[in-house]
């Protein structure tokens, strides 16, 4: 999706992206509180910065193990993957290139635990 730039500011078009946020801090328990609280509160610095750069970020983290439905009958506890693989949150972002949307993820205080980010595109409408 391209979204114009409020006025007053570059008129550069943007796209937007989805971060998808994969393993980490929250998906380890050998942490102390105060270590997950230092975390955390570089998570809340890294996406103050994105707001103040004018992104536009929206995000959440993910709690609890969830339940993978496939199809109409079956139902299953996971999803059972390595704690390193489990989706532990997401933010939609606005970037003006795929390049930015990259070098957005680069910042991600993810990879202090072994977390790692996908980067995708949202389309605009289908077709």
Not at 53 to 62: F, I, K
Not at 65 to 76: I, K, Y
Not at 80 to 101: C, H, N, P, Q, R
Request: glycine letters at 12%.
């Amino acid at each position: 999706m391209v979204m114009p730039e409020p006025d007053g500011e570059d008129h550069v078009p943007r796209s937007t992206y989805m971060l998808i946020f994969r393993g980490g801090a929250v998906s380890r328990h050998d942490l102390s509180p105060s270590e997950l609280q230092a975390h955390v509160e570089k998570w809340y610095r890294w996406s103050e910065e994105l707001a103040g750069q004018g992104r536009r970020n929206t995000g959440t983290a993910l709690d609890g193990p969830g339940a993978t439905v496939r199809g109409r009958e079956l139902v299953t506890d996971g999803p059972y993957a390595e704690s390193k693989d489990l989706v532990t949150g997401s933010m939609i972002f606005e970037a003006a290139s795929w390049e930015d949307a990259i070098e957005v993820a680069r910042g991600c205080p993810t990879y202090e635990f072994g977390g790692s980010v996908e980067v995708r595109p949202i389309q605009s409408h289908r077709v």
